[in-house]
């Protein structure tokens, strides 16, 4: 039922807004067919000490919590593990891209249902969340179960006996060892984010829409922003957490440990199954309290009753769709609204970006910038921290202050955009390649041939499965010790590193006569503290967008279509988006590679050298193209929304 036409003034610019109204209706239907029990607890327990969390204070920390876990698990601790496991399972960045994938898949398959019978008036939208919850604990679980699966991998360990020069004979390490199969446990990582996906479904969609229904218009922008802030800040924690469980060995609970290797060590494998553990039985008990939260809270009517939607479309009806026979009309409606559609396709861009070099930038810093998994792990948690955090309440702060209607809220997300497009320019700045003997340099300067097998190593009997990489005195790294001609080796007194010598491939000779140890080489590099200003103002102004897009698409659609136009939209953005956005960026990872290793096995293995000209001149041209497309949409959203309020007012 239309309500006439509103003229304001916003910003020295006059619009015109048509205003369409079922919310005094649907709150009358609702309170008097429904007799809605305000009272928290489980099915019929409700004691009265309960009854003090009913406060949009309470279902905000509550909600929050399940916001931050999503977060440290899919955002932080999973990103972060990816090279690991990677390297622990022989899987290249494509097949590690479809893992991450998964999680899209499975909310693009969950989302629409979710949010439909989730969203209409008699559901109760904390349940739906709640069991969520309890569903991505069981995804982290069993993400982390082929840990405790029976296998007998092939495994390296940098043992004095094993990787020297030995012998004039190739040692065939596999021998007696079955071919490796690891690889096949991707379809493990791949059901276990399925589960972390239909887990998380409810959240971004049912979870919006149950704050914005328990607060009023002018404390919605704050407390969305507080709810988006805990999951960024649990990418946050997730980050510097996994970097700490990577500093434990793989098999630490045990006692298992790998000789004469150091968390620094490159063919060091971390516990990367421990967060999933921890953070997977956080969520089982995090859903209890969610679980117990009402269908709405008090004074919900008159929350619903001070807020007015902005939507133009001009479909006239005069009952909310409440029932399943409504769905296509519901649907059909959201298609029609072209401002919706043309946000959506912009949120699909913004999503190939930030779910393609989400999945990789931990992986992109730690090769470009010859950093160790701890100080990755720390550098993203210091930098996803403040950006998210400060970007997203800087974004909701704006929207309170200045009090901007759908024009005004899509110009700023057209400049925060820019702003962020412009920022990402910081990916052209990398450090010097990592120079690997016999991988992409000669052994000696007056030789052109590049391979692994030299004069030098000739009588050493080396393998090339054997990939223990050492750093020799002239600061190269060789494939390992044997490959650098080294005859003896002997542990430091200092440090968890071997130290080698008497190397017939490295000429020159240290202290003590070293040559050369299990330490990485040292990669002087003075251009990470601009890589990462650029990186954190990019961050930044793609955060400030999050708030304003959001509430852009809460505006433009009638208040009793918010839920399913969220998960329409989220359904969108993982289908033309998150989805394809870490394959994307993983084939394109797979195609800088120098170098392939997969020892003991077929299959194609996991890239131990990179090519860094080519990775950061292919990371800005995807972030420039993807995000000069993004801010396209939304002009033509304001162009079309602008067309469709005279076409309103004019057929009114």
């Known amino acids: 039922m239309y309500t006439g036409i509103i003229n304001s003034t916003q910003g020295g610019e006059e619009s015109v807004h048509l205003l369409w109204n079922t919310d005094e209706s649907t709150v009358m239907e609702e309170t008097e067919e429904n007799a809605i029990d305000y009272k928290c607890g489980w099915l019929m327990i409700k004691p009265n000490w309960m009854q003090s969390f009913r406060t949009p204070a309470w279902a905000l920390t509550f909600i929050s919590c399940s916001a931050f876990l999503q977060g440290a698990i899919v955002n932080g601790v999973l990103h972060l593990m990816i090279p690991t496991i990677e390297q622990r399972f022989n899987l290249p960045s494509f097949k590690s891209g479809l893992v991450s994938g998964g999680y899209d898949i499975a909310s693009l398959i969950c989302l629409i249902p979710v949010t439909y019978i989730g969203g209409r008036p008699k559901a109760c939208k904390p349940t739906w969340i709640g069991v969520g919850i309890l569903v991505m604990g069981v995804g982290s679980l069993i993400f982390a179960s082929p840990h405790f699966m029976k296998h007998t991998p092939f495994t390296v360990t940098d043992s004095s006996d094993t990787t020297l020069c030995r012998g004039s004979h190739a040692k065939d390490i596999c021998q007696g060892v079955k071919e490796s199969k ?26 919006v829409t149950y704050i914005d229904e328990s607060v009023v218009k002018k404390k919605t922008g704050i407390y969305i922003g507080l709810y988006y802030t805990a999951a960024t800040v649990g990418v946050a924690v997730g980050y510097i957490v996994g970097g700490f469980f990577l500093q434990l060995h793989e098999d630490f609970p045990t006692g298992g440990h790998a000789q004469h ?57 005069t009952k909310a769709y409440t029932g399943l026979k409504d769905f296509p009309a519901a649907i059909l409606e959201l298609l029609k609204n072209t401002s919706f559609m043309l946000l959506n396709f912009a949120g699909c861009c913004e999503g190939v970006v930030f779910s393609g070099s989400g999945a990789f930038i931990p992986k992109i810093i730690q090769s470009q910038f010859h950093l160790s998994y701890k100080t990755t792990a720390l550098v993203m948690g210091i930098i996803t921290v403040p950006s998210a955090v400060l970007g997203t309440m800087v974004g909701g702060g704006i929207l309170k202050k200045f009090d901007l209607r759908f024009v005004g809220i899509l110009k700023l997300c057209i400049g925060t955009t820019t702003l962020a497009m412009i920022c990402a320019s910081c990916f052209l700045i990398t450090c010097s390649q990592e120079k690997m003997i016999g991988l992409n340099v000669p052994y000696y300067e007056d030789r052109k041939e590049i391979k692994l097998d030299d004069p030098c190593n000739d009588n050493c009997g080396c393998s090339w499965e054997e990939y223990l990489p050492v750093c020799g005195t002239n600061n190269y790294t060789y494939f390992s010790a044997c490959y650098a001609g080294c005859t003896t080796a ?30 990485p080489c040292k990669m002087a590099c003075s251009l990470l503290p601009l890589f990462l200003i650029m990186l954190y103002l990019s961050l930044f102004f793609t955060f400030v967008a999050v708030m304003p897009a959001l509430t852009a698409t809460l505006r433009c659609v009638k208040s009793d279509q918010r ?19 870490p394959m994307l960026f993983g084939v394109i990872l797979d195609g800088t590679c120098e170098y392939w290793h997969a020892p003991c096995s077929k299959e194609e293995g996991s890239c131990i050298l990179y090519d860094h000209y080519s990775i950061s001149r292919t990371m800005v041209l995807l972030a420039f193209g993807w995000k000069s497309l993004e801010v396209v949409l939304f002009a033509l959203s304001i162009y079309f929304y602008k067309k469709d309020t005279v076409n309103s007012s004019i057929s009114t």
Request: glycine share 10%.
């Open 182 to 207: 690891l690889s096949i446990f991707m379809w493990v990582f791949f059901v276990g984010n399925l589960f972390h996906g239909a887990g998380a479904s409810p959240l971004y969609t049912l979870g």
């Open 261 to 317: 290797l150091s968390p620094y060590s490159k063919t060091w494998i971390g516990a990367w199954w421990l967060g999933f553990v921890i953070l997977g039985l956080l969520c089982l008990v995090i859903a209890m309290p969610i679980l117990a939260l009402p269908t709405q809270l008090p004074d919900w009517e008159q929350v619903r009753l001070s807020k007015v939607s902005e939507a133009v479309i001009g479909v006239s009806r």
């Open 490 to 519: 002997h542990k430091s007194d200092f440090a968890d590193v071997t130290l080698y010598s008497n190397c017939s491939c490295i000429e020159e000779i240290g202290d003590n006569g070293v040559q050369a140890s299990s330490q």
């Open 563 to 581: 839920s399913l136009a969220l998960g329409m939209q989220w359904m969108l953005v993982r289908l033309l988006g998150m989805i394809p956005g």
